[in-house]
Every structure is written in C-alpha cells, then in structure tokens.
C-alpha cells in the first residue's frame, strides 16, 4: 500500500547535525528491559536550537564513543556554518574517525523556523495555536501546533509543484491538560488528522489514533488509516508512545561546563535516552543511549559558537 509519509515540519527542520546515536545502533542487540518510573511534571525551559546555525563560522565538534561488552568504538563529527541566509543556514558536516581523519563530509540546509501565536479554525473546530514557519530550496512548510494538548491541528508542506495539507478533523481530549503528552494520558482520548496530497491529481486519507493504555511512563497507541467511503487502508498498528521528561542539569564534557536542558525519553524500541542541550548556545553538549548490552555517548569536545 502507498502510505504517506507525514513531514513534520520541526523533524525536518531540527537536529540534522545534532549529537545523537549512531545510525546503526537499531542493529545491534536488543536485551529485556525494565520500565522505569518518569516524574508526573516535567519542566519545559526554553532553547533555541537553531541558534548555532544563525552565524556565519560557528563550529562545533562531538565525540562519538560506542561500547558493546569489550569492544569500544570512537569517531567524530564536525559541524561548521558555511552561509547563512535569509531563510536557511548551509552547514557543512565532517565525519572523521577515531584519529580525526577525515571520512566523508557532506553540505546541508538547516532553516530558521519562525514562531508566533495565532487562532486557527479547521473542521474539528478553533484552536490557540503556534504557528511555525520555514523553508528550504525547494521546500516550504507550515505548522499549527495547539498550545493546549501540543497536537498538530494543521500542516501545509510545499515539495515543488506538490502540496500535502493535513488537518485536525475530529479530537477526544479528556483529562487535564499540563503538559504537551497529556493527551496520552488518558484512555479513550482519540483524535483524526485527514490528509491531502498530490499536485492536480489529489490522494485523501484518514489516520485516526486512540490511547488505549496508559502506565506511569508511556501510552499505548492504536492506528489505522481509511479512505473516504470508511474502508481501511492499512491493519491496526499498536505502538507505544513514552513520556519525555525535561529538566535543568549541569554537565561537564571535554569541551568545558555547561549548564543544559536535559531531555530523558525511551526511543521507539523502549530504551532509554537522554540529550542534554546548552540553554546558552543551543548546542547539544551530550547524548546517551544505552541497552543492557551496549551504550552510545556523544560528548562536545570543542565548540566556537557567537
């Protein structure tokens, strides 16, 4: 089946150069896990992440460091900001390995998404919303994010001569609203996005999820798409949906001491991660994720950030 693949418009525009784990870390192992209680509230401080990228020069440079039992893995990569334009930066990323070899580099842009607060009507009815806004050669999205629950209610992703518009047509929303995973809290909330996409010959979906469980750190979410008559365009899909948590933290790594947001989660598979990001540069100053039979560290080891 032809499924459409959703852009969020904040995982396109975020973290390409941010230190997270290697790529090829869903092939290792995947030993039983523990479930580990989250705080009720977390804290939701402010960074700007795309603050690194809006000079001209700035660079940064992590340490990746993977140990699986007695074998260790070290390699690094290099951010620096080549241009930075009117709606975009262009960032040049360098891998370079254990001796700082150079292995491969690669150019990218990185846009400056722009937010503001604005009331928005689609058929499931008004919001409060954030708008946000950004683009890329060939590429314009916009997104319209409800400040209540934290849902997308409406996106509109420009690729060329083709449009994709999703939109927030029927919400369930019980439960009190106090961070942007309360929907997920509460068995029963549901909600249905409906999306258009296609240049003159148009394709329309539905995608409808519902919260069926709820534990002290994740909801569990059932899925399924259908087309206008009401027919089923894929099997229902149970997926886990875990609660982050965010808080102040001071960090040290190679590159100095910084004073970060840390963000602990659990990645698609259940385990846990956790990023720390510098509240004055917006860099991501360390990373972890780790198994029983493995953990993967990213740390900064030099940073000229203005």
């Given at each position: 089946?032809?499924?459409?693949?959703?852009?969020?418009?904040?995982?396109?525009?975020?973290?390409?150069?941010?230190?997270?784990?290697?790529?090829?870390?869903?092939?290792?192992?995947?030993?039983?896990?523990?479930?580990?209680?989250?705080?009720?509230?977390?804290?939701?401080?402010?960074?700007?992440?795309?603050?690194?990228?809006?000079?001209?020069?700035?660079?940064?440079?992590?340490?990746?460091?993977?140990?699986?039992?007695?074998?260790?893995?070290?390699?690094?990569?290099?951010?620096?900001?080549?241009?930075?334009?009117?709606?975009?930066?262009?960032?040049?990323?360098?891998?370079?390995?254990?001796?700082?070899?150079?292995?491969?580099?690669?150019?990218?842009?990185?846009?400056?998404?722009?937010?503001?607060?604005?009331?928005?009507?689609?058929?499931?009815?008004?919001?409060?919303?954030?708008?946000?806004?950004?683009?890329?050669?060939?590429?314009?999205?916009?997104?319209?994010?409800?400040?209540?629950?934290?849902?997308?209610?409406?996106?509109?992703?420009?690729?060329?001569?083709?449009?994709?518009?999703?939109?927030?047509?029927?919400?369930?929303?019980?439960?009190?609203?106090?961070?942007?995973?309360?929907?997920?809290?509460?068995?029963?909330?549901?909600?249905?996005?409906?999306?258009?996409?296609?240049?003159?010959?148009?394709?329309?979906?539905?995608?409808?999820?519902?919260?069926?469980?709820?534990?002290?750190?994740?909801?569990v979410i059932l899925y399924y798409e259908y087309d206008d008559q009401g027919n089923k365009l894929s099997s229902e899909i149970i997926s886990d949906e875990f609660f982050a948590t965010t808080s102040i933290e001071?960090?040290?790594?190679?590159?100095?001491?910084?004073?970060?947001?840390?963000?602990?989660?659990?990645?698609?598979?259940?385990?846990?991660?956790?990023?720390?990001?510098?509240?004055?540069?917006?860099?991501?100053?360390?990373?972890?994720?780790?198994?029983?039979?493995?953990?993967?560290?990213?740390?900064?080891?030099?940073?000229?950030?203005?």
């Amino acid at each position: 089946m032809g499924k459409l693949v959703i852009v969020s418009v904040l995982a396109l525009f975020l973290g390409a150069c941010a230190s997270s784990v290697k790529e090829n870390a869903s092939e290792k192992p995947l030993p039983e896990r523990t479930p580990e209680k989250t705080p009720e509230k977390p804290v939701e401080p402010e960074v700007d992440l795309l603050k690194p990228y809006r000079v001209k020069g700035n660079t940064w440079t992590v340490r990746w460091t993977s140990t699986a039992g007695d074998k260790t893995t070290v390699a690094y990569t290099k951010c620096e900001v080549l241009e930075v334009k009117e709606h975009w930066a262009e960032v040049k990323q360098t891998k370079l390995d254990a001796d700082k070899r150079e292995t491969v580099s690669s150019v990218f842009p990185e846009a400056f998404v722009t937010s503001v607060d604005e009331k928005i009507k689609v058929e499931a009815g008004e919001f409060d919303c954030v708008r946000q806004d950004g683009a890329l050669p060939d590429y314009s999205g916009t997104l319209w994010r409800d400040k209540k629950w934290g849902l997308a209610v409406k996106s509109i992703n420009r690729f060329g001569a083709s449009t994709m518009i999703q939109e927030l047509t029927e919400i369930k929303a019980e439960g009190e609203a106090k961070d942007k995973f309360s929907i997920y809290r509460t068995v029963g909330n549901y909600w249905i996005q409906k999306t258009t996409t296609g240049g003159k010959n148009k394709e329309v979906l539905w995608a409808r999820r519902e919260v069926v469980e709820v534990s002290a750190d994740k909801a569990v979410i059932l899925y399924y798409e259908y087309d206008d008559q009401g027919n089923k365009l894929s099997s229902e899909i149970i997926s886990d949906e875990f609660f982050a948590t965010t808080s102040i933290e001071k960090v040290t790594v190679p590159a100095g001491e910084f004073e970060c947001v840390k963000t602990a989660a659990r990645d698609g598979r259940g385990f846990p991660t956790a990023e720390w990001v510098d509240r004055k540069t917006g860099v991501t100053v360390k990373s972890e994720a780790k198994t029983d039979a493995w953990i993967d560290v990213t740390e900064l080891v030099e940073i000229s950030v203005k």
